[in-house]
């Protein structure tokens, strides 16, 4: 190439490029989002505010539905049934001073999924949030639904409150749920740990979904070597919003104090032998098929690196006896808040 450009140099300004149309592209996405919210709401105030004033019925919604679609015949979305579904979204959320600037982040389809399979406002808020916080598609969104996500993060055992700095402490805290649902792993009941990774590796696609949608796989028995001697961990992955490593160990029984040592000590590797300067602490994850909840509490008081605790099932379920420790509504607000 003219002018000393060689091949490698030309390839770096194209990437460069490249992802600079990629970002205005988002952005552009974005926006348009954010004005189709906004039409839709509009929409919805409208029918409300005619329907109270003249008091009119259903039909309204049926013949503003054909009169739109005959106006304007090259737009999607003014069917009865989603001129109905903007109706519904106005009176949900125009009470709620927090959710209204949320609802422009996420799309339409999204806002759909959220409102048929939630009542709860706070639960409403915690999927909107974390939609828009990691990117989850449609398909992502319901799964974590459907495997009750809500309830499983916020009842997490970690230690993160005081083994993570305040700019990482909330977004962690919510990226660790208290028990994860691997219904898409073939095991037996009394499976032992080399299946279950060897099972998790071939699904390793759906296990990243189950633990959040932002993780990088970094490898599987991943190899740290201290003075000669050779040190493996089950799972390393690399949370892309929190610029981290986090550890996974896999264990088939329940969870027993010794097991946050071993987290404690290949954290303490981790960061010293693999973590760049610029990431930011390296995170621990057991995952156990059974734990005792006051344990947990006591192997994890004194430990200095952040280390969750959760457990596996292979069915979604969610104990009876945990839904009384779900936290207030008001601690729930705040994490929420917090974790912008």
């Not at 796989?217 to 981290?244: A, S, T, W």
């Not at 006896?321 to 601690?331: A, G, I, T, V, Y």
């Amino acid at each position: 190439m003219k002018h000393g450009l060689n091949a490698m140099n030309y390839k770096n300004l194209l990437l460069e490029v490249k992802e600079r149309i990629h970002r205005a592209q988002y952005e552009a996405l974005k926006a348009v989002n954010k004005e189709l919210i906004a039409l839709y709401w509009d929409i919805g105030k409208i029918v409300v505010e005619k329907q109270k004033k003249h008091g009119w019925g259903k039909s309204i919604v049926e013949n503003l539905a054909r009169d739109l679609q005959l106006e304007f015949p090259g737009i999607h979305g003014f069917s009865v049934q989603n001129i109905w579904y903007m109706r519904q979204f106005y009176l949900e959320y125009h009470r709620n001073a927090k959710l209204q600037p949320l609802v422009g982040e996420i799309s339409w389809t999204k806002h759909l999924v959220i409102m048929s399979r939630c009542k709860d406002m706070l639960e409403r808020e915690f999927y909107i949030r974390m939609t828009r916080k990691f990117g989850w598609t449609k398909n992502i969104l319901i799964h974590q639904i459907n495997t009750k996500a809500y309830e499983r993060t916020l009842l997490n055992q970690t230690n993160f409150d005081k083994a993570l700095p305040d700019r990482l402490r909330h977004q962690a805290k919510l990226a660790v749920k208290d028990e994860y649902t691997f219904d898409f792993l073939e095991l037996e009941e009394d499976h032992n740990e080399l299946e279950l990774e060897r099972e998790v590796m071939k699904k390793m696609n759906r296990f990243l979904v189950e633990m959040g949608g932002v993780f990088a796989f970094m490898g599987n028995q991943f190899r740290i070597e201290i003075e000669g001697n050779e040190f493996f961990v089950d799972i390393l992955l690399y949370h892309r919003h929190l610029k981290c490593l986090v550890a996974i160990e896999l264990k088939i029984g329940k969870f027993i104090p010794e097991y946050a040592g071993k987290m404690q000590f290949y954290l303490s590797v981790l960061d010293d032998l693999v973590k760049t300067p610029d990431e930011n602490p390296s995170i621990g994850i057991i995952l156990c098929r059974d734990k005792n909840r006051t344990i947990v509490e006591y192997a994890l008081k004194d430990s200095g690196k952040p280390i969750g605790i959760g457990t596996y099932t292979l069915m979604t379920r969610l104990p009876k006896d945990l839904k009384r420790e779900l936290p207030s509504p008001e601690q729930i607000a705040k994490l929420l808040e917090e974790a912008k």
